[in-house]
């Protein structure tokens, strides 16, 4: 086997890594070039969510965490790259180039996100009562200060409560908008045989007006009689010290690496970005954690019955060969 080869191989499996990332509504908004022992992550542009996603917020975080799982894949093969966050300014489309580093072994952290990779994916179901540790808050806590973003874990009802009514009016005013329902439906899977939008077994049970925390009204499967929602769920929110397109890159890279340190530790996670589409609402969620950063996004994290990731498309409908647009 040729050098050329092996680099081929191993910039592929990179992708494969990439493409496992969460993106909104599982609409997998992402692009690779791959040239000189170089990963290029684009975005797809005609994979973001109009409505949901107008600006593209949503679309930079999935780019983010794809571009952090092809890095572990790459540190893993003994050949880490840092990322470059906007590496050519005339280009809108080219969000992060990963560029070689220096070869070096994979750390044990290394190894254990990236063993985490195809076995992450929201869990929209209620989670068991059991608390989670002390050691694993901080270990969140630290992953999202490495890539250089924040993480507020709530503390006591008051905060919960406040920051779960921000919530619930978010989704109430998101819900009232006729073509967001329409977008919603449209990226809703009937099955699990498709390769993108969210099947219904995915969709969590159907909300009801006790919850805490909204829902998205994806296909919901019926209530069982013992399903309530966790009355006092660890909440946290991810943030950046402010909001530029760079930093959103960053909430994406740093929103990836808490998922998978939360998945090495057993945990379940599902993301709530109503709070952060509404902005009135992120405005709120900002004032009441006093900080003077961006709220990102909010994680409802805990103990989950297992489930299964959802699908993606073939490895080769992401890659931009030569002479093709990215």
Same mark, same amino acid.
């Given at each position: 086997?040729?050098?050329?080869?092996?680099?081929?191989? /191993?910039?592929?499996?990179?992708?494969?890594?990439?493409?496992?990332?969460?993106?909104?509504?599982?609409?997998?908004?992402?692009?690779?070039?791959?040239?000189?022992?170089?990963?290029?992550?684009?975005? @797809?542009?005609?994979?973001?969510?109009?409505?949901?996603?107008?600006?593209?917020?949503?679309?930079?975080?999935?780019? &983010?965490?794809?571009?952090?799982?092809?890095?572990?894949?790459?540190?893993?093969?003994?050949?880490?790259?840092?990322?470059?966050?906007?590496?050519?300014?005339?280009?809108?489309?080219?969000?992060?180039?990963?560029?070689?580093?220096?070869?070096?072994?994979?750390?044990?952290?290394?190894?254990?996100?990236?063993?985490?990779? /195809?076995?992450?994916?929201?869990?929209?179901?209620?989670?068991?009562?059991?608390?989670?540790?002390?050691?694993?808050?901080?270990?969140?806590?630290?992953?999202?200060?490495?890539?250089?973003?924040?993480? @507020?874990?709530?503390?006591?009802?008051?905060?919960?409560?406040?920051?779960?009514?921000?919530?619930?009016?978010?989704?109430?005013?998101?819900?009232?908008?006729?073509?967001?329902?329409?977008?919603?439906?449209?990226?809703?899977?009937?099955?699990?045989?498709?390769?993108?939008?969210?099947?219904?077994?995915? &969709?969590?049970?159907?909300?009801?007006?006790?919850?805490?925390?909204?829902?998205?009204?994806?296909?919901?499967?019926?209530?069982?009689?013992?399903?309530?929602?966790?009355?006092?769920?660890?909440?946290?929110?991810?943030? /950046?010290?402010?909001?530029?397109?760079?930093?959103?890159?960053?909430?994406?890279?740093?929103?990836?690496?808490?998922?998978?340190?939360?998945?090495?530790?057993?945990?379940?996670?599902?993301?709530?970005?109503?709070?952060?589409?509404?902005?009135?609402?992120?405005?709120?969620?900002?004032?009441?954690?006093?900080?003077?950063?961006?709220?990102?996004?909010?994680?409802?994290?805990?103990?989950?019955?297992? &489930?299964?990731?959802?699908?993606?498309?073939?490895?080769?409908?992401?890659?931009?060969?030569?002479?093709?647009?990215?």
């Amino acid at each position: 086997m040729t050098t050329d080869t092996m680099t081929d191989m /191993t910039l592929r499996r990179a992708v494969q890594a990439a493409i496992r990332a969460p993106s909104m509504h599982n609409s997998q908004p992402w692009r690779f070039r791959l040239h000189d022992g170089v990963i290029d992550v684009y975005a @797809d542009p005609t994979r973001r969510l109009p409505v949901a996603d107008a600006y593209g917020w949503g679309l930079r975080l999935a780019c &983010g965490a794809a571009a952090f799982n092809a890095r572990l894949a790459m540190a893993v093969a003994g050949r880490p790259t840092d990322p470059v966050v906007r590496p050519d300014p005339a280009d809108p489309h080219l969000m992060i180039r990963l560029v070689p580093a220096d070869p070096r072994p994979a750390t044990p952290t290394e190894h254990r996100l990236h063993e985490a990779i /195809t076995r992450r994916h929201s869990n929209r179901a209620p989670f068991h009562p059991d608390p989670v540790p002390a050691s694993a808050r901080t270990a969140l806590v630290e992953a999202a200060r490495a890539e250089k973003a924040w993480l @507020d874990l709530l503390i006591g009802r008051g905060p919960l409560t406040a920051v779960g009514e921000i919530a619930q009016a978010a989704s109430r005013v998101l819900d009232r908008d006729p073509e967001y329902r329409t977008e919603i439906a449209a990226w809703s899977r009937t099955d699990d045989s498709h390769v993108d939008g969210v099947p219904a077994s995915a &969709g969590g049970p159907s909300p009801e007006p006790r919850d805490l925390l909204p829902t998205r009204p994806f296909h919901h499967y019926a209530r069982g009689i013992h399903e309530d929602f966790e009355s006092d769920p660890l909440v946290a929110v991810l943030g /950046t010290s402010g909001d530029t397109q760079h930093q959103q890159l960053v909430a994406g890279m740093a929103l990836q690496r808490v998922l998978l340190t939360a998945t090495t530790a057993g945990l379940a996670v599902s993301m709530l970005s109503q709070p952060i589409e509404v902005t009135a609402a992120r405005e709120q969620l900002r004032l009441g954690l006093g900080r003077f950063g961006t709220p990102q996004m909010v994680l409802r994290i805990g103990y989950g019955v297992p &489930g299964f990731p959802t699908p993606r498309r073939d490895i080769d409908d992401f890659i931009v060969h030569d002479g093709q647009s990215s």
